[in-house]
């Protein structure tokens, strides 16, 4: 199972970008994904999560500025992010909770490579 994360890039202060984050493999379903982020010296914090079924959390940080979405059918998680700040530099992690039943059934975390977003100020 693999998480490919993708739409990172510059950005100046207030502009958007889409994420992406992709699960391919040997899946049998997917259960909660989300999305975290990490700033150079700073710790990982979780900016949103959503379960299977659509329901969405979003960290302090950034409600208000960013959408979670997904799309089961293609086992992808998105990251709206809107009127962004130099302060939401970082590289951003996919996250998603993945059932396989080969060999055994068994739900695991796994991560994706991280995507850098760059915002100018």
């Known amino acids: 199972v693999q998480l490919q994360a993708c739409g990172g890039g510059l950005v100046q202060a207030g502009g958007s970008l889409r994420l992406s984050c992709a699960a391919s493999?040997?899946?049998?379903?997917?259960?909660?994904m989300a999305w975290y982020r990490q700033s150079p010296g700073k710790q990982r914090e979780l900016v949103a999560t959503i379960t299977n079924g659509g329901s969405t959390d979003y960290a302090d940080s950034m409600k208000g500025r960013v959408t979670i979405s997904r799309d089961n059918a293609k086992n992808t998680v998105y990251l709206q992010m809107n009127s962004l700040k130099p302060e939401d530099t970082a590289v951003y992690y996919c996250?998603?909770?993945?059932?396989?039943?080969?060999?055994?059934?068994?739900?695991?975390?796994?991560w994706g490579q991280g995507t850098l977003v760059t915002v100018s100020s």
């Open positions: 493999g040997r899946i049998f379903s997917v259960n909660n």
């Open positions: 996250k998603a909770n993945i059932v396989v039943v080969i060999p055994v059934w068994r739900a695991s975390d796994y």
